[in-house]
């Protein structure tokens, strides 16, 4: 069982989902002591992670062997369903609220029954249903997310 890390503060919801994705590839030796380093490559600070920053980050790790990511643009939640129930993990970026500056980056897997897992919240992830994630997905602006399917 893999044990992913919580996010303990604001603004490194980014640095996080990447930790836990290598986590999720099954690299052993990244733990929570290893996130200063991928805030570093992500060039995070106290205002969090920019997009630019991020997507360079997922390539980076990318290049260095532990996953493979495709930035999914206009996908529909089909797509994003099909990728999970495959085994692949997906990590997005979305407003919380119509009128929220702020985006939140957080880590999904699903299970075969269509148990969604959303990690780095607060108490490291919870579960839902798939129906449950996608309506709150859609409620939180799919349309102007970011979205990363990952790959081991």
């Given at each position: 069982?893999?044990?992913?890390?919580k996010?303990?503060?604001?603004y490194?919801?980014?640095?996080?989902?990447?930790l836990?994705?290598?986590?999720?590839?099954?690299?052993?030796?990244?733990?929570?002591?290893?996130l200063?380093?991928?805030?570093?490559?992500?060039k995070?600070?106290?205002?969090?992670?920019?997009?630019?920053?991020?997507?360079?980050?997922?390539?980076?790790?990318?290049?260095?062997?532990?996953?493979?990511?495709?930035?999914?643009?206009?996908?529909?939640?089909?797509?994003?369903?099909?990728?999970l129930?495959?085994?692949?993990?997906m990590?997005?970026a979305?407003?919380e609220?119509?009128?929220?500056?702020?985006?939140h980056?957080?880590?999904?897997?699903?299970?075969?029954?269509?148990?969604?897992?959303?990690i780095?919240?607060?108490?490291?992830?919870e579960?839902?249903?798939?129906?449950?994630?996608?309506?709150?997905?859609m409620?939180k602006?799919?349309?102007?997310?970011?979205?990363?399917l990952?790959?081991k």
């Amino acid at each position: 069982m893999i044990r992913y890390c919580k996010q303990r503060d604001n603004y490194s919801c980014g640095p996080v989902a990447i930790l836990n994705a290598i986590k999720w590839t099954g690299s052993e030796w990244f733990t929570y002591r290893m996130l200063p380093a991928i805030q570093w490559v992500c060039k995070t600070d106290k205002n969090g992670t920019h997009d630019e920053h991020f997507n360079f980050a997922l390539k980076y790790f990318e290049q260095l062997g532990y996953f493979k990511v495709v930035k999914a643009r206009n996908t529909y939640l089909t797509r994003i369903q099909e990728h999970l129930k495959n085994g692949g993990a997906m990590i997005a970026a979305y407003q919380e609220s119509k009128c929220d500056r702020e985006w939140h980056y957080a880590m999904f897997l699903s299970d075969m029954d269509g148990q969604w897992t959303v990690i780095n919240h607060s108490n490291g992830k919870e579960l839902f249903t798939e129906y449950q994630v996608s309506r709150s997905l859609m409620h939180k602006r799919l349309d102007k997310s970011a979205i990363w399917l990952l790959n081991k």
